[in-house]
C-alpha cells in the first residue's frame, strides 16, 4: 500500500426521534405545550483505513446483518427502524473493494452498541476477529448491561451481538493510544463510558477525526455545546466535546460525527473515492 487512504462504507440508514439526537428539542413551553415529535434519518456507517504498515483497519461494523428480522427485538426495530439493501451490507462494502472480512488485519470498535458492534458476526474465526480494539470500560459495560437484565437489549447493547461468537476477542485499551505515527484512538467518555475517537492524518487530504457517537451532528457542537439524549455520563460527555474542539483547533482536522445525514451527503464515500 502506498501511503494511507480512508474509506467511508454506507451501511444504510436509522430512522428515529430527533430528541434522541438533540437533548430536548423542540421542547415544549408555556405558548406551545404540544408539540409534537419530529422523526428523521441519520446514516449508518463504517470506515475503512489502509494503512501502508498495519493493513486494512475497520472502524466500527455497523449493524447485525439480520437486525430488522430477528436480532433486533420488535420494540426496538419500531423505535429506531434500520433501512439497508443488499448493497449496504458490510460484507457487500468490502467487496466493493475486493475485499472480504478475512483480509481486515484489525478492528477498532469506537463502542459496542448495535448499530456500530453488531457486524462482528462477520467476522468468527478471522485473524482480525481475535485482536479487536475498543476501550477497557466499553468492555466491561457492553458485556455487563444486557446479561444482567432480563431485556435483550440494555443501554444500547444488544445481548444477541455478542452470544455465541466464536474466536472474539477484545485487546482493550485503557487510555487515548497512539496507534501508528499517523493513527491516534482518542478516548471520549460520555455517550458510553468507553468511547473513542480515531484520527487519523492524511497526506493529501490533512487530518481526519472520526468523533463517533462521542458527537451525533454537526448541531451537538457548534455554534454551542448541545448534548444527544443518550449518555452515560453527561458531564463526561460534554468534556469530550471541548476535546474534540481543541483537536479540530490543533491540527485543523476534518470532523466527520457518527450520525449526521447533512454531512454524509457531502462525504467522499465508497467504493467512488476516498480520502488520501
Not at 64 to 89: C, G, Q, V, Y
Not at 106 to 121: N, V, Y
Amino acid at each position: 500500500m502506498n501511503g494511507t487512504k480512508l474509506f467511508i462504507l454506507p451501511l444504510g440508514y436509522i430512522e428515529n426521534d430527533i430528541a434522541l439526537n438533540l437533548l430536548l428539542h423542540n421542547q415544549a413551553t408555556t405558548e406551545n405545550k404540544h408539540k409534537p415529535a419530529e422523526w428523521h434519518r441519520v446514516p449508518s456507517f463504517a470506515i475503512l483505513i489502509q494503512h501502508h504498515h498495519l493493513g486494512n483497519i475497520l472502524v466500527d461494523c455497523g449493524s447485525h446483518p439480520n437486525a430488522m428480522e430477528r436480532s433486533w427485538p420488535e420494540e426496538t426495530r419500531k423505535l429506531i427502524p434500520l433501512f439497508r439493501t443488499k448493497e449496504d451490507m458490510l460484507d457487500y462494502r468490502l467487496s466493493q473493494l475486493n475485499l472480504t472480512p478475512a483480509d481486515i488485519n484489525l478492528i477498532i470498535l469506537t463502542h459496542l452498541h448495535l448499530d456500530h458492534a453488531g457486524g462482528l458476526t462477520y467476522f468468527e474465526g478471522t485473524d482480525a476477529g481475535k485482536h479487536i480494539i475498543a476501550h477497557a470500560d466499553e468492555i466491561k459495560q457492553a458485556l455487563y448491561e444486557p446479561f444482567i437484565n432480563s431485556t435483550q437489549i440494555a443501554k444500547g447493547y444488544n445481548k444477541t451481538d455478542f452470544e455465541g461468537l466464536n474466536e472474539i476477542r477484545f485487546d482493550p485499551i485503557f487510555e487515548s493510544t497512539v496507534l501508528a505515527e499517523d493513527i491516534e484512538l482518542v478516548w471520549l467518555p460520555g455517550h458510553t463510558a468507553g468511547t473513542i475517537g480515531v484520527l487519523v492524518h492524511l497526506p493529501n487530504d490533512g487530518s481526519i477525526f472520526y468523533t463517533s457517537d462521542a458527537v451525533n451532528w454537526e448541531a451537538n457542537l457548534y455554534p454551542e455545546i448541545k448534548l444527544s439524549a443518550v449518555f452515560h455520563d453527561s458531564i463526561e460527555m460534554e468534556k469530550s466535546m471541548i476535546k474534540i474542539k481543541w483537536i479540530q483547533r490543533r491540527y485543523q482536522a476534518k470532523l466527520i460525527f457518527g450520525h449526521d445525514l447533512k454531512q454524509f451527503n457531502q462525504l467522499i464515500l465508497s467504493p467512488n473515492n476516498h480520502y488520501s
